[in-house]
């Protein structure tokens, strides 16, 4: 029903900046929140930002703490796109990225993109 396209990411050097976008097609008028996940080999995939989407007054974001003030999710609800631009890079940013969306029914994300590799090398 939701379908999620990600891109953006490589190998880049510590310190340096990516930015990943997730094309997003389907029922788009469904979804109320769109987030950015990250799983690091050998770990759990975990939770890395979040954007509400339909949302026209407000928009409300959430960060997990070791990417606040680096990271920063927007949305733009006409090219139908949810970015993730990501600053000042560390090693420990290295996982693949997946973007995913929850919809108000869902008590979880319940659609998830592909995935994309970020590489940041020390």
Known sequence: QVQLVESGGGLVQAGDSL??????SGRTFSIFKMGWFRQAP???????ASITWNT????????????KGRFTISRDNVQNTVSLQMNSLKPEDTAVYYCAARRATDYEYAFWGQGTQVTVSS
């Open 19 to 24: 930015r990943l976008s997730c094309a997003v």
């Open 56 to 67: 026209i007054n407000t928009i409300s974001t959430s960060y997990t703490d070791s990417v």
């Open 42 to 48: 050998g770990k759990e995939r975990a939770f890395v």
